[in-house]
């Protein structure tokens, strides 16, 4: 369960978060868009507990333990392996040696990137790179997947590769939470929907049986209108 | 009190092998160490002072300035595709990163230093070798304490613009009082004076180490949330 209750924060006059509340359980997506500065990030931020709101509360059953976080920054250590990088980060995650080292073969497999273990990292390319940041989110096997634009920067077959990905993610019961100002790359993942503007959802729903055409075309008018 | 510091290690070995990997870090504070030494050996006047009385101030003044390079490139590490964010998301304690970043600064001084001390000893025609033992001891009994510290503003300032020469500027008053107590030991080790003679300043050295290094770690999370 992630619960997030009246949630206010503000970086001196500009406010980021203006009395955000949801809930999500396991199996649901949520699709968070909005434009830049609409307060995405911040959101994502309190979630991962990187952030203390000035107001309102946010929780994830399991704690940091449970969360597993993929943005536009992979996280990893450039002069690092792939393989050394994921085990490093699985030693944080209280994972024993043969548990991360297992688990670093499993999502490399998964990922199709078992060739590129041995790399380090400054040698990826920005697909790969983020390919190797999945792996590390993915590690530790999260309840909760927290997204921040995690299609920037990536080519067309990349992002779609991504979106793939995720949706298997998504039918295998984690909980999602995905921040982008793009309706197009986030939508078909979706199970709900906020559009977020100057901190505020201005529209927050179930998905339904709305298209992605019919979803970006809600946000269009929901921006226009403020 | 394990999983600190497993988890401590876990960021102080992964530092030191990206350390490992780039020696760029550890060969420019040896070759800053080796170029302030030449400097202060040219510099002098041999018939004004002799070596003796200046010894211990060059010895302290050196290891001070090649302990700043390593300070500065703490948390350098982390800005690398924001892995600092990782790890204030992942479930390691601020206390672990932070006795993590005092561990791998601690080994990373350490090294210089014991290239640092044989230089000295070449350049200033030191009898170092009766007093090595309480030397090593005073050198590793200061260290600690201008580290710790160190590491502490090294993380206050790593967001800021200037961060090298804000550290600079932060740390220095600070150092005052085991600058003070590591020359003044120094001297009387040098001068063949009875050990007993310093107690007051070993007590000095010994009480800022404990009240910094507790210090530092409550205060780490501080740094680092926001």
Known sequence: MLLAEGLHHAFGRVVALDGVSFSLAPGQTLAIFGPNGAGKTTLLKVLAGLINPQAGSARVDGG???????GHQSH???HLTVRENLLFWGSLYGLSAARRAARAAEVLARLDMSDRAGEPVWSLSRGLLQRAAIAKALLHDPAVLLLDEPFTGLDLAAAGQLRVLLGELHDGGRMMVLATH?????????????????????????RGTRSAAEIAA??????ADG | MAELLRQAWAVARKDLLLEFRTRTAIVSAVVFTALVLTVFNFGRDPTA??????????????FTFAAMLALNRAF?????NQALEGLLVSPLSRTSLYWGKLLANLAFVAVVESVGLPLFVLFFNVPVGRVLLPLVAVIALATLGFVAVGTLFSALVIRTRFAELLLVVLLLPFLVPPLIGA???????????????AVGYLKLLAAYDIVFVSLASFLFRFTVDE
């Open chain 2, 49 to 62: 002072v002799s070596a003796l009385d200046l010894a211990p101030t060059i010895l302290w003044v050196t």
């Open chain 1, 76 to 78: 990893l250590y450039g």
């Open chain 1, 218 to 223: 809600a946000y269009r008018r929901a921006m």
């Open chain 2, 183 to 197: 020359v003044q030991v120094t001297a009387r080790l040098f001068g063949d004076r009875p050990l007993s003679e």
């Open chain 2, 76 to 80: 350098q590490l982390e800005l690398e």
């Open chain 1, 64 to 70: 940091r333990r449970a969360i597993g976080w993929i």
């Open chain 1, 182 to 206: 793009n309706v197009d790359e986030g939508a078909e993942l979706a199970t709900d929907v906020a559009f977020q503007r100057r901190g505020r959802f201005v529209h927050f729903a179930p």
